[in-house]
C-alpha cells in the first residue's frame, strides 16, 4: 500500500489551457475526495465520489471543472479554460474499507499555477 | 466554508516546549481528525477523536475533545524542530466530508 498517489506533482499552464490531474486512492477504499488549498487557507472541499458514483459537489466546483472516477478506482480532475484564480494545490483523499475507519488519508497534492 | 478556526494562527516555541493548539467549531460532528502539513505538501493524519470520545493519545500527542462547548485541543510534549509545520483541525459532519479550519502555523526554534 504505497498511499493516495497524485500526478502531476506540479503544473504550469498558460490561462485558458486545460489541465488534468490523477488521483489514485489507497486501493481498499471507496470514498474518493477532491479538495483545493490556497495559500495560507484551509482545505476546501470540492467533491466526493463513493466507488464510482459522484455523491457531491460543492459550489465551488463551477462548470469548468469536472470529475470522474469512470471504475471506482483512480479519479481524474480536468479544469477547462483555466483562470489565474485557479492556482491553487488540488488535494486527493480516501478513506473506506476494513482497516481506514474514518480516517481520511490525503496525497501529496498538484500544485496549479496559472499564468 | 471553513467550520473550524484554529487559535492561535501561529504560534513560535523552543525546542522541548510544549505546544497547545486549539479548535472551534460550529456545528455537531461526528468525529474531529487533526492534521499536520509541511510546506508544499500535502496533509499527514495526526489523531481522529471520535464524538463520544473526551481524550486520546498517540506518541507525543494529546487530543482532547469538549462537545458541549464545540472545541477541541492538541498538545504537542517535548516539541522538536521537526514539529515545525501547520496544523489543521477538521471535522466530520456527513459522509465522512470533512471541513477544515485555516490552520496554526507552528514554529519550533532550536
Known sequence: DTGVSQDPRHKITKRGQNVTFRCDPISEHNRLYWYRQTLGQGPEFLTYFQNEAQLEKSRLLSDRFSAERPKGSFSTLEIQRTEQGDSAMYLCASTGGSSSGNTIYFGEGSWLTVV | ?110
Open chain 2, 1 to 110: 466554508s471553513q467550520q473550524g478556526e484554529e487559535d492561535p494562527q501561529a504560534l513560535s516555541i523552543q525546542e522541548g516546549e510544549n505546544a497547545t493548539m486549539n479548535c472551534s467549531y460550529k456545528t455537531s460532528i461526528n468525529n474531529l481528525q487533526w492534521y499536520r502539513q509541511n510546506s508544499g505538501r500535502g496533509l499527514v493524519h495526526l489523531i481522529l477523536i471520535r464524538s463520544n470520545e473526551r481524550e486520546k493519545h498517540s506518541g507525543r500527542l494529546r487530543v482532547t475533545l469538549d462537545t458541549s462547548k464545540k472545541s477541541s485541543s492538541l498538545l504537542i510534549t517535548a516539541s522538536r524542530a521537526a514539529d515545525t509545520a501547520s496544523y489543521f483541525c477538521a471535522t466530520d459532519t456527513t459522509a465522512s466530508k470533512l471541513t477544515f479550519g485555516t490552520g496554526t502555523r507552528l514554529q519550533v526554534t532550536l
